[in-house]
């Protein structure tokens, strides 16, 4: 199975993450888009940042409908800092029979060559990237390994949800119906 691996905080996922992995599958031959949720850092620790398990929570209640669309705790259990070439690594030896890509937003790309082992990502499983904004012309953009996503580029930021939230005003349409209900029984970013 080809498997397209989607990493973030989703603090909480919003519909512009949804689109992008719709597009994904869409424009691409992958089978399933696995969101990987991204722990906390012990580092960094943030008042904005909902505990990993509550993140997993919302990604669940937001793909519950589209079976191409998997969530993933696999860096909850992996050494911190969790880098990503640790993760694709052990996905790989995890899932022999599987392939997977890297989803990036195209903001990212310029500072991708920063990343640890940027080169065995890009050579050993490759990059789909979205457009985000502005962003930097890389020479990254004509690599072998790098697939360009034709997205809705939607300003919808997860800072923005979560100040809507504790300022009392509506998320509604931002975020999935099932998403708000949770947030709102659990009183999130309050």
């Not at 082992?117 to 499983?125: E, G, Q």
Request: net charge negative; aromatic share 12%; glycine share 4%.
């Amino acid at each position: 199975m080809k498997i397209g691996l989607f990493f973030g905080s989703f603090n909480p996922i919003h519909h512009g993450h949804l689109i992008i992995a719709q597009a994904v599958l869409n424009q691409t031959d992958v089978d399933q888009i696995w969101f990987v949720v991204s722990p906390q850092n012990p580092q960094k620790h943030s008042k904005t940042l909902l505990h990993e398990f509550d993140r997993l929570d919302l990604v669940d209640r937001a793909i519950a409908d589209n079976y191409h669309f998997k969530s993933s705790d696999i860096e909850f259990h992996l050494s911190k800092p969790s880098y990503t070439i640790h993760t694709l690594t052990h996905l790989s030896e995890k899932f022999p029979n599987d392939s997977f890509r890297l989803i990036l937003g195209g903001d990212n790309l310029e500072q991708f060559k920063s990343w640890k082992n940027y080169d065995k990502i890009l050579d050993y499983f490759g990059l789909y990237v979205y457009p985000r904004g502005e962003q930097k012309q890389s020479d990254l953009w004509q690599h072998p390994q790098v697939t360009r996503i034709e997205a809705p580029l939607l300003q919808i930021s997860a800072t923005y949800i979560r100040q809507c939230i504790q300022q009392g005003q509506s998320i509604k349409y931002l975020v999935p119906d099932t998403v708000e209900e949770l947030i709102q029984s659990k009183k999130f970013y309050i």
